[in-house]
């Protein structure tokens, strides 16, 4: 599984293929098993780094992860069947906006590393399959140090992209459905807590 890894790892770097930061998933590894998370579902499943480490966090925990690149679904899945991670993590072949869940489906955790301009259409589309008091963690909030200086970029695809991002966090501070933390782990998580609703 380590060499199998770092595999990924080294394939990421040669193929510009841009996956989590090691500090990121390895916090989210240790919210996954202090939380007993046991259901996860991953929007962006690239070549399936991140998803194979959630679903090794603990012994339960099971991921879907949706990926629009066929390219990278195919790499997922050669990668999922090479740790053995068969039983534990499903693949789904779509673009995350357009698949329809069955409205029973219901996760613990949904990890958001898509399309960074998508944030918010992904967060609202996604919030309904999740738990009482289930999470939604994005990463990539500060975007390679961008976010937050967005003012001082030049017209163009990356001060549009910087402003979305800078829109979604906005977004997540005035959400009343949830409680959301800000981490300056790797290149930024966000960590947003559904209420439970008191009757």
Do not use: W
Not at 98 to 108: A, H, I, P
């Amino acid at each position: 599984m380590k060499q199998n890894i770092l595999d990924m790892e080294q394939y990421a770097i040669d193929n510009n293929v841009p996956i989590i930061e090691k500090k990121s998933i390895a916090f989210i590894m240790k919210y996954i098993k202090e939380h007993n998370i046991k259901n996860i579902l991953e929007l962006g499943s690239a070549i399936g780094y991140s998803a194979i480490l959630m679903a090794s966090s603990t012994p339960d925990a099971v991921v879907t992860t949706i990926e629009r690149d066929e390219v990278r679904y195919m790499e997922c899945l050669k990668n999922v069947k090479k740790c053995g991670m068969e039983k534990k993590i499903n693949v789904v072949y779509q673009d995350a906006l357009e698949l329809n869940l069955s409205e029973d489906l219901k996760y613990d955790l949904i990890f958001i590393d898509a399309a960074k301009g998508q944030y918010t259409k992904f967060f609202e589309k996604y919030k309904h399959f999740l738990n009482d008091s289930g999470t939604i963690i994005t990463d990539n909030i500060n975007f390679h140090g961008y976010v937050g200086n967005s003012s001082k970029l030049d017209k163009g695809n990356l001060k549009s992209l910087v402003e979305k991002i800078e829109g979604y966090i906005t977004y997540l501070k005035e959400n009343p459905e949830f409680d959301t933390k800000f981490y300056d782990i790797g290149d930024g998580l966000s960590v947003s807590v559904k209420k439970v609703e008191k009757n």
